[in-house]
């Protein structure tokens, strides 16, 4: 049931028209992943290998998220990974409040049909989407509660390629996710 509903979900996505974003892209990428994963990473807006493929994270960004994942002892295919916008946006600019506006009933389906335990944002822009004041170098890292969620904002993986400083901040935070779904989460308010 909840497959259907997914795919269903991804059709719509490759079909929508709602703005202008789906005008310069190649095709949509409406995300990834098994339709009962606990953990779900959402990034902000596919980028070029993601056009062209139609996949969320590939690329070397992908690369580095896979390795990530495993330090926190997940494997891709255990997770569910999508983005805050389905369309890539041209020059790989940020998406804009609008779009994402547009774009977040999606989202929001997806989440309501896997019902994940975990939602990790990748980046500044998924992180405010869930913690409205967060500052993600701050606070990447750091466990949240939302909407009767567990929210964990990151780093964004394409960070790390072009600042190499950052890649041990994530591996230490992916690190300690592991160690919540392994050992459990703390209270959080
Ligand atoms: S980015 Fe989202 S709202 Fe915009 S056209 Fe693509 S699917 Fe529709």
Same mark, same amino acid.
């Given at each position: 049931?909840?497959?259907?509903?997914?795919?269903?979900?991804?059709?719509?996505?490759?079909?929508?028209?709602?703005?202008?974003?789906?005008?310069?892209?190649?095709?949509?990428?409406?995300?990834?992943?098994?339709?009962?994963?606990?953990?779900?990473?959402?990034?902000?807006?596919?980028?070029?290998?993601?056009?062209?493929?139609?996949?969320?994270?590939?690329?070397?960004?992908? %690369? /580095?998220?896979?390795?990530? =994942?495993?330090? &926190?002892?997940?494997?891709?295919? +255990?997770?569910?990974?999508?983005?805050?916008?389905?369309?890539?946006?041209?020059?790989?600019?940020?998406?804009?409040?609008?779009?994402?506006?547009?774009?977040?009933?999606?989202?929001?389906?997806?989440?309501?049909?896997?019902?994940?335990?975990?939602?990790?944002?990748?980046?500044?822009?998924?992180?405010?989407?869930?913690?409205?004041?967060?500052?993600?170098?701050?606070?990447?890292?750091?466990?949240?509660?939302?909407?009767? %969620? /567990?929210?964990?904002?990151? =780093?964004?993986? &394409?960070?790390?390629?072009?600042? +190499?400083?950052?890649?041990?901040?994530?591996?230490?935070?992916?690190?300690?996710?592991?160690?919540?779904?392994?050992?459990?989460?703390?209270?959080?308010?």
């Amino acid at each position: 049931m909840t497959i259907a509903l997914i795919e269903s979900i991804a059709r719509e996505i490759a079909e929508c028209r709602a703005c202008q974003l789906c005008e310069s892209a190649t095709r949509a990428v409406p995300g990834e992943g098994p339709a009962d994963a606990a953990v779900m990473l959402i990034g902000e807006a596919p980028g070029a290998a993601e056009d062209i493929s139609g996949r969320p994270f590939v690329g070397a960004s992908g %690369r /580095l998220l896979d390795a990530l =994942l495993q330090r &926190a002892g997940l494997d891709r295919s +255990r997770v569910y990974i999508a983005n805050l916008v389905k369309h890539r946006p041209p020059d790989n600019r940020d998406p804009t409040r609008a779009e994402i506006r547009s774009c977040q009933h999606f989202l929001t389906r997806q989440i309501n049909a896997i019902n994940p335990r975990v939602i990790v944002p990748l980046g500044r822009h998924a992180a405010k989407y869930w913690i409205p004041n967060v500052q993600i170098v701050r606070h990447h890292g750091q466990l949240y509660h939302v909407d009767d %969620r /567990l929210v964990v904002p990151m =780093l964004h993986p &394409a960070a790390a390629l072009y600042q +190499r400083s950052t890649l041990p901040l994530m591996e230490v935070d992916f690190e300690r996710l592991g160690g919540y779904l392994r050992d459990g989460f703390p209270t959080v308010s």
